[in-house]
């Protein structure tokens, strides 16, 4: 089951809640601490698979329904995300009498932003699909990435909230570029950073993730916060976590658009 469901998707909400008041910024290179051997990729993934519960009971899990707050520039905003097997994904977040949802039925990728002056369904297209599509895999990229098609590369150690981290950069099948901070001695994700494209440029978006707690025996952070070209951009609190739910499949397809009012 996708260990950061949740992070590289509610990250992109933030982000894209939070873009008018970011400017893009070349993305800076994060400093590194000197290594004298690189550990063995292998042995680096095992011990994160293992940290969250191992492979058997990640990939038992069918579908995911995930509640809780999120927090972006003094607004509170009630989330709700649904995920199903293999790549299904729908995220709803509330502010006031205002829905934003973002989906992907496996297909097709796409949004209802009313903040953004229309309640219209929109399709996804361009990075921006690309995105939600990458945050519908529902194993996330570590598991089983050889036979996804990534590659995968040690750079060396960082400090992550007093805690020495393995940093990792992972090149997906499609090129997008992540990099993965892995506890050292745990072996559980702690950051991530991916490069999200805006306009000509492109803006950094890091994630970090705390507050681990066991859910039917998986460890999930409960805790996130979200960064822009290093500015702060939000906080995320994950109140309910519920597994193996039935879940409708018809909420992931992309509603059709409202008949225009008839003409008195």
Same mark, same amino acid.
């Given at each position: &089951? @996708? @260990?950061?469901?949740?992070?590289?998707?509610?990250?992109?909400?933030?982000?894209?809640?939070?873009?008018?008041?970011?400017?893009?910024?070349?993305?800076?290179?994060?400093?590194?601490?000197?290594?004298?051997?690189?550990?063995?990729?292998?042995?680096?993934?095992?011990?994160?698979?293992?940290?969250?519960?191992?492979?058997?009971?990640?990939?038992?899990?069918?579908?995911?329904? &995930?509640?809780?707050?999120?927090? #972006?520039q003094g607004m509170d905003l009630s989330m709700l995300i649904t995920t199903k097997r293999p790549n299904m994904m729908r995220q709803e977040m509330q502010f006031q009498d205002k829905k934003i949802v973002q989906g992907f039925d496996g297909t097709t990728a796409w949004m209802i932003n009313p903040l953004m002056g229309s309640e219209t369904p929109q399709e996804m297209t361009g990075p921006q699909a690309d995105l939600?599509?990458?945050?519908?895999?529902?194993?996330?990229?570590?598991?089983?990435? *050889?036979?996804?098609?990534?590659?995968?590369?040690? =750079?060396?150690?960082?400090?992550?909230?007093?805690?020495?981290?393995?940093?990792?950069?992972?090149?997906? *099948?499609?090129?997008?570029?992540?990099?993965?901070?892995?506890?050292?001695?745990?072996? #559980?994700?702690?950051?991530?950073?991916?490069?999200?494209?805006?306009?000509?440029?492109?803006?950094?978006?890091?994630?970090? &993730?705390?507050?681990? @707690?066991?859910?039917?025996?998986? &460890?999930?952070?409960?805790?996130?916060?979200?960064?822009?070209?290093?500015?702060?951009?939000?906080?995320?609190?994950?109140?309910? #976590?519920?597994?193996? =739910?039935? #879940?409708?499949?018809?909420?992931? *397809?992309?509603?059709?658009?409202?008949?225009?009012?008839?003409?008195?």
């Amino acid at each position: &089951m @996708r @260990r950061s469901v949740s992070i590289l998707a509610l990250a992109a909400l933030c982000a894209a809640l939070s873009t008018p008041a970011v400017s893009a910024q070349p993305a800076q290179p994060a400093p590194t601490a000197p290594a004298l051997a690189a550990p063995s990729l292998d042995a680096i993934v095992a011990k994160n698979i293992q940290a969250k519960g191992g492979e058997a009971k990640l990939k038992a899990v069918q579908s995911m329904r &995930m509640a809780g707050k999120v927090t #972006i520039q003094g607004m509170d905003l009630s989330m709700l995300i649904t995920t199903k097997r293999p790549n299904m994904m729908r995220q709803e977040m509330q502010f006031q009498d205002k829905k934003i949802v973002q989906g992907f039925d496996g297909t097709t990728a796409w949004m209802i932003n009313p903040l953004m002056g229309s309640e219209t369904p929109q399709e996804m297209t361009g990075p921006q699909a690309d995105l939600a599509k990458d945050q519908a895999d529902f194993d996330g990229p570590l598991l089983d990435w *050889k036979g996804k098609g990534h590659t995968l590369e040690y =750079v060396g150690t960082e400090e992550v909230g007093g805690a020495k981290a393995h940093r990792l950069k992972l090149t997906k *099948k499609n090129g997008q570029v992540q990099y993965l901070f892995l506890d050292a001695d745990s072996g #559980i994700d702690l950051k991530t950073t991916v490069q999200v494209p805006q306009g000509a440029s492109t803006m950094t978006v890091e994630t970090e &993730m705390s507050d681990y @707690r066991p859910v039917e025996g998986i &460890m999930m952070p409960h805790a996130l916060k979200t960064s822009i070209n290093g500015m702060p951009t939000g906080s995320i609190v994950v109140e309910k #976590i519920e597994l193996n =739910v039935p #879940i409708d499949e018809a909420q992931f *397809k992309m509603p059709a658009a409202p008949k225009p009012a008839a003409k008195l």
